[in-house]
């Protein structure tokens, strides 16, 4: 008889498990998605008014390391080659970032070299913190007083809504510091979009007579909902699942103010303003992400973000101190579960990219259906504790 799945939420992680389990075993497999369209956060749809495709939950650029990973996006949908540039404007004036020989040469006011930016970003760290802890020290000892102050102080503190120092280090981390004049925001070697959208590689994965996904159904734990399901996989937040019971985990949400103007409002798919007295952390033009299209009009998110309330979307996973110590009791608890599995940003915890959520589904999708037909023990997470 064929096995019954549940999987809660159809953004990358629920997708990519439920086309790996139906692909490789026989299953059926319902999707419970509480909102009323698929694809998460990654969602994309076109505007009505303008006909361009908007990132509904803000900017996604497909990156990279892993070639496996990129050609498994691909197999679903055509990614066009897209680099995504971004600039900051600091104290009016914009500049490129991440912070490069450009950006440099601005700031200061020279006409730096690779080997005299280093020589100088060298005499700029703060050479009194050895093993940086936080975020704030990460930026000091790398970058000096003065770039992480034009940058990275005024935005992140408006992103966290937290002082700097007390978040983590990785976070700073992800934004490389260039000694060329190289202005592409990410580092890694593949790097597109999906001409059709990320809603449209979702649908396709989730194209299959055994997968059924249900909109508008949201997921309250209990005996009874998963009565006739064989697993359960939950890609929802870890402490929701538990109903707050050690109470909430820290999440960002983020809020958009959206305007409809003619031509091309900023020349760019993204600016980050990174001055304090800004309310907004950046503008999207969604225009931008397609090159290839052409629109009369623009549509551009100015981007607010917050702490997360009762019915807000939880977006940036916070991880401070006293996050982690919830983490550690939320995941003993869900430990002592048996056929529940855990996967996804929201279910680890953790401030993933969608390579990333892809490659751990795609792995948890072969521990799962190894374990079930070994009769082997089956993780309830895909990660260890971090
Ligand atoms: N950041 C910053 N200034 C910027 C851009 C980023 O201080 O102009 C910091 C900020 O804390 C942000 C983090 O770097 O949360 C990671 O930035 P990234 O662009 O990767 O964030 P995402 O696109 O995921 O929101």
Not at 155 to 182: F, H, M
Not at 305 to 320: F, G, H, M, Q, V
């Amino acid at each position: 008889m064929p096995s019954k799945y549940l999987i809660i939420g159809s953004g990358f992680s629920g997708a990519v498990l439920a086309h790996e389990l139906v692909k490789n075993s026989d299953c059926h497999i319902d999707i419970w998605e509480e909102r009323d369209h698929i694809a998460g956060n990654c969602h994309t749809s076109r505007d009505d008014e303008t006909g361009i495709m908007v990132h509904r939950y803000g900017p996604h650029i497909f990156n990279t390391h892993k070639k496996e990973i990129w050609d498994y996006v691909n197999s679903f949908s055509e990614f066009r080659p897209y680099l995504h540039r971004v600039k900051a404007m600091s104290n009016g004036e914009v500049y490129s970032l991440p912070v490069n020989l450009s950006t440099l040469n601005q700031f200061f006011k020279k006409n730096f070299t690779p080997k005299t930016a280093k020589e100088f970003l060298d005499s700029l760290s703060d050479k009194t913190i050895k093993e940086p802890k936080n975020f704030q020290e990460q930026a000091l000892s790398f970058i000096g007083e003065k770039l992480y102050h034009a940058f990275f102080e005024g935005y992140t503190k408006k992103q966290w809504g937290c002082e700097p120092s007390l978040l983590p280090a990785s976070v700073l981390k992800r934004i490389p510091v260039r000694l060329n004049y190289d202005d592409n925001y990410h580092n890694s070697i593949f790097t597109g979009i999906p001409i059709y959208g990320y809603t449209d590689v979702i649908e396709r994965l989730l194209e299959h007579p055994n997968i059924h996904v249900f909109l508008n159904k949201k997921f309250f734990p209990s005996e009874e909902a998963i009565e006739g399901y064989d697993h359960v996989f939950y890609t929802g937040p870890l402490d929701a699942y538990f109903k707050y019971e050690y109470g909430k985990l820290g999440y960002r949400t983020v809020t958009f103010e959206s305007s409809v103007y003619n031509g091309d409002y900023q020349g760019i798919a993204q600016m980050n303003f990174c001055d304090e007295n800004i309310p907004y952390t950046r503008i999207t033009e969604h225009k931008h992400f397609m090159p290839w299209e052409n629109h009369e009009k623009t549509i551009v998110f100015r981007e607010f973000s917050k702490e997360t309330e009762a019915n807000d979307i939880p977006y940036y996973p916070k991880r401070l101190q006293e996050d982690k110590i919830l983490l550690k009791k939320y995941r003993q608890k869900a430990e002592k579960l048996s056929h529940i599995s855990f996967l996804g940003r929201l279910a680890t915890y953790r401030y993933m990219d969608m390579d990333d959520v892809i490659a751990e589904a795609l792995d948890y999708s072969k521990t799962f259906l190894t374990a079930i037909t070994a009769n082997k023990h089956l993780p309830v997470f895909p990660n260890k504790e971090n």
